[in-house]
Each structure stands twice: as C-alpha cells, then as structure tokens.
C-alpha cells in the first residue's frame, strides 16, 4: 500500500533518482500537494487512466517547473497508449487535449453511421492499427461487437470502438469528451460530469473536484460535487456555487458541496467513487413561505421533489430538482387540492413558490372570458429578473408554445428576465386574427413594447419563431427602435418553403414531436395520426400529453396556421447582425443553409451545434448555445451608447 503514500513514493524518487513517472492524474493530485516532491526534478511525467484536468495540468507545472508533462490515451483493447498530448507550460488547452495517434496507429471519430466528422463536432472514436488486441478472451459476442470493420484502410482491416466521445481540434489533436455508454441523464437531461469537473476546478480556492450523480433517496438522482480546498479557510461553498452558476446552465450546477480534506482512491491510484460521503442536502431558501398558499405550495414542492426541509419562497421547481413529469404530479395535486382547471403550463410560466401561490390566489389571473390562461397565455415570463436588464424575448416556434425555451431560460445569466411570446390561437377563447407573418410580427412587436420601455431588445427563436425574430426585428427597425442581439436557432428562410407542396396532413403531428424534442425519423413505430401521437406523449409523461383536448387542439391550429404563413411571407432586410446556432447533425441532403439569410440580415455568425433540430432547446444544445448567447447579450448591453429610446 505504500504507493499510495505521497511522502513514501517522494523519498524512494529522490533516493532512487527516478527520472520517469507515470500516474493517474488522482494520484498526481495528491503527491504534488506532498511538501516533499518541491525539490524533486524528474526528467518527465506521463499521465492516463483518467481524464488530466487542465487546472492539475497548470498545478504540475507550478510545483515542478522543470519536468516534462505528456498526457496520454489508450483502453485496455490497445496495448497500450494510442494518443499523446505534450502538456507543456505554454499548454492554454482547454480542456487538455488526448492529442495524436501514436506510430502505427489510427484514430477517427465517427457519426453513427460510421462517417468522419469534421472538426469541432463530437463523435464516437475509434482505434485502429497494430496496437489492438485480437478480441476477449472466451468471448466471440464481445468481440464482434466492439472490433468492427474497418472501412478506411484495408491494410487495417479492424476498428475498435472505445465508447468515447471525442472531437478533433483544427490543429489535428483530438479532445476527448467523455463516454458514450456512460452518460449521466438527469432529470430526462443527459449530460458529461467532466464538464462540470472542468469548470469548478477553476472555483476559488479549489484544488480538486470530483463530481457524480448520488441517488441516497429511491428516485432522487441529485449532482454532488466532492471538493478539496487549498487551504480550510478557503473551503467557501457559495463562492464554488456562484463560479458554477456563472459558467453552467442551471441543471448542470451541483444540488449539494462536501468539502473534504482529500479525494479518496482506490488501490491502483484512481478515485474511490464508492467512499465518497452523502452529503446533508437542504434547501437554500431566501425567505420563508409566508402566507397560507405559499405554505401550501411550498409543502407541494416539498413532498413532489422529496426535499428534506421546506423550500422558500423565491425557490425554483426546476432548480430544486423538478422536471416535466414531476411538474405534472404537482398540477394534478393543485387541481384535486384548489383548482379543477389548473392547467401544467401554470407551473412552467410560474416556477417559484411565491410566484405560483399569487397565480393560484389571483382570481384576476384569468382570460377576458373568466377562463384560466395557465400557461397558455399570449406571454409567459420564464425567467424574472431585473428590471433594470434588457430581457430576452423568445419566439414560439410553429407550435405556438414557449414552454420549449425553459432550460435555455435558466441558463441565461442571473438577473435577465427571458419573456416567451406565444401564439394567441393556442386557447380556444383566444383565436388569433393575424393573416400574414407581417401582421403576427407587428403584433407581438406591440406586445413587447408593453413589457419592455427602453431598448435595445433581444430576440431569440427557434425554426419558426426564428423566421418571426427577423421580422419582429425588421418591424423594430421600421419603427426606428434597436434591435440589441438576434439569435436564430436553426431556422430558414420562408424562401426554402414557398415552393414546396402543401404539407400533408401528418405534417402536423411532426411538427408535435419535434415541437415535444423528438425526431419523428427515429420514432418509426408511432403512428403520425392524432391519436398516435397523443398516445406517445402521454405514455412517455410529456408535458404537452398532459395537456386536455382543447388545448392540444390548439397546438394543432396554431401548426397548420404557421405553416401556410411561412410559405406566403416575403422578407424585409434587417441590418443589424444575427446570431445563428445551426443544427448541424440534421439536413443532411437537404438544400438548407444558414448562409441563405444574408439577403436579408446585415451580417450573419454562424454556430454549428452537435444536435438535432428536434434537439435544439434541449439541455446538451443549451449548455453549447448559453455561453454564447449570454456573452452577446452582455456585450450588446453594456455597447449601447445610444440614449434611451421612447415610443409611441
């Protein structure tokens, strides 16, 4: 067991005059926090086995400025490293590369179907060369499964497949980005925990991380990260909480923080996940529930998220753990407990207890006929923020509904109100009189105008809401007002439609799955019928399924509607610059193309986004479009020298 003793392994390096180590970046965390490896010079450091985090990379370097470090990769099905990284002191990777394929070997990274990606797209990886193993022992189903043809050099007839995520990097390096087959999927939101791991070893006073997903309650998945301070007095829970906030939409921010004196490892130097602490998970509530519905809802919240304590009343549904299928357990609650017509998309537009307790007290709360709104009013405000931030007005796409723009809402940054804009004919007392995108555009222009005095407005929409975000922005252009950032998720031009046949009458229960974060290409199984699809969103607890009839009939107008006025509208220019977020695992084949906006926008910037089209406001695309899109909202506030604008 000594090897696991930093002391020990520093005085046998120094009284053997190793030159050359080899670790696995948890045991090289611990030993160059061991006092007695400041005086050692090796010569170099290889480090594999696990994932070498750029802050440990930067730590090396401090603690032994003299000595070479080189990251290295290769599973036990290649003998043995396949990719090296020269870890250098000028090394700013971020993350730290796994680098080039090693001499007389191949690395490529592949769609599913087997396809190279181009740089900056993730893909499966695969090895190939003379360095793979024949196969599993005494298991022919293994190896079949995992060593597969090779179909880009016959004089390597196998691949295997690692079951890694990877990208390359212009330069030809490759970045590996975590497992395919071990993927964490929290909460219906699948993401990578080293990304998380990456951006908390930057927190102050943080010397190491670990994060992984703990269930200590049956059905209570929750983030926890296991910290390890520079010092005690540096161990500040908010601070590591706020540094994540800051870099992380809000589902990839840990529920709880357990500050530990060390990592704990497993007998061959790697981290013990096994012996790491539960820790005492509460509620950080700003203030108490105070009146008889807030306490009411806050007890809600308490037993449908399984909370130890009793939230307060600015805490968020969805921050503290809800997701779609638990948001429909609380709607049913409300409407057996308060109100038989409550409706689930309440709940979306009024996430905080206090917020949804006034909507259950407001009698006011209600459509000009006395029918309830709930959450399929003309806005919804998915975000509140301040007032004195220009907020992010997003666009229903062709479904109508902006409830789809929830996760993307929480990660923008603290403070900046995200108002969804939805489609009036979604309710039945509420049909819309709009015959032309123009006239829609104009409308919902009115509409911001209400909640927002002063520019500049920002303007976000996806695949329909996308092309109704140009025109709202040309009409605001008309108007002489300013237009601060636009940003188009992976829509078209009406010009790529006008030409094209009527839509089928299926085109419509599409739409609903796509609008629902499914590609109906993959769903061959579901019937593209009416009851098919409202059959398939019920058995999987989609929110929009949960919906009663006469507001899915709703979505259903609001699909045909948008459709035939996207294919009559003729574009105005709008001069200001657009930021797009293209889909770029989607249209292959097809003749769609970001660039076929220039006509009518003054500059475009376009980011390809690993996803599907389907997948655009999900959580992986969220968390590859926030950053962006935070930092130009940022930026077009704190440019804007023009004086405050007024308006009729």
Known sequence: ESHKDPAWLADILREQAVTTLHFVPSMLAIF?????????????????????????????????????????????????????????????????????????????????????????????????????????????????????????????????????LARWRDDGAVVFLGRSDHQIKLRGQRLELGEIEAVIAHAPGVARVAVIARQDRPGDTRLVAYAVAHDASAADTHALLAHAEKLLPDYMVPSAVVWLDELPVTSNGKLDRKALPAPALSTQASRTADTPTERYIADLFQDVLQLERQPGADDDFFELGGHSLLAAKMAARIRQNR?????????????????????????????????????????????????????????????????????????????????????????????????TLDSMAQAYVDTLLQLQEHGPYHLAGWSVGGIIAQA?????????????????????????????????????????????????EQLPDVPLTRDGV??????????????????????????????????????????????????????????????????????????????????????????????????????SDASCALPAETHP
């Open 32 to 164: 160059l926090e061991e006092p007695r490896c400041r005086d050692l010079k090796p010569a170099r450091v290889f480090c594999s086995g696990e994932e070498l985090p750029a802050a440990l990379r930067d730590l090396f370097h401090q603690r032994l400025p003299h000595t070479e470090l080189h990251n290295l990769y290769g599973p036990t099905e290649a003998a043995v490293d396949v990719s090296y990284w020269p870890a250098s002191k000028t090394d700013a990777s971020q993350p730290v590369p796994i680098g080039f394929p090693v001499w007389n070997t191949a690395l490529y990274v592949l769609d599913e179907l087997l396809r190279p990606v181009p740089p900056g797209i993730a893909g499966h990886l695969y090895l190939a060369g003379r360095q793979l193993a024949r196969g599993y022992l005494g298991r022919p189903d293994l190896t079949e499964e995992r060593f597969v043809p090779n179909p880009f050099d016959a004089a390597s007839p196998r691949m295997y497949a690692t079951g890694d």
């Open 339 to 435: 109100q038989p017509a409550f409706s689930l998309g309440a709940i979306f537009e009024h996430a905080t207890v206090s917020r949804l307790a006034a909507y259950v007290d407001d009698a006011s709360a209600t459509n000009p006929d006395g029918s309830s709104a709930n959450g399929f009013g003309s806005v919804v405000t998915l975000k509140a923020g301040d007032k004195d931030k220009n907020a992010l007005f997003c666009i229903h796409p062709a479904g109508g509904i902006s409830w789809c723009y929830g996760t993307l809402a929480r990660a923008m940054e603290p403070g900046r109100t995200v108002y969804g804009l939805q489609a009036p004919g979604l309710h039945p007392h509420l049909r819309e009189g709009t015959n």
């Open 472 to 520: 709202m922005a040309a009409e605001l252009q008309r108007r002489g007002l300013q237009v601060g950032v636009l940003a188009m998720l992976d829509a078209y031009p009406s010009d790529c439609w006008r030409d094209q046949p009527e839509p089928p009458p299926e085109s419509v229960y599409k739409a609903l799955l796509h609008i629902a974060g499914h590609d109906p």
């Open 534 to 635: 409202i059959g398939f969103l019920r058995a999987t607890g989609h929110p929009l399924g949960e919906l009663p009839d006469a507001m899915l009939e709703g979505v259903f107008h609001v699909v045909g509607h948008n459709n035939r006025l996207v294919r009559r509208h003729r574009h105005a220019r709008y001069d200001g610059p657009a930021l797009y977020f293209r889909a770029a695992l989607d249209h292959i084949g097809e003749n769609l193309s970001p660039q076929q906006w220039e006509p009518y926008v003054g500059a475009l910037e376009v980011h390809h986004i690993p996803s599907l089209h389907a997948h655009l406001t999900g959580p992986e695309a969220t968390a590859r479009i926030a950053p962006v899109l935070n930092g130009r909202l940022g930026r």
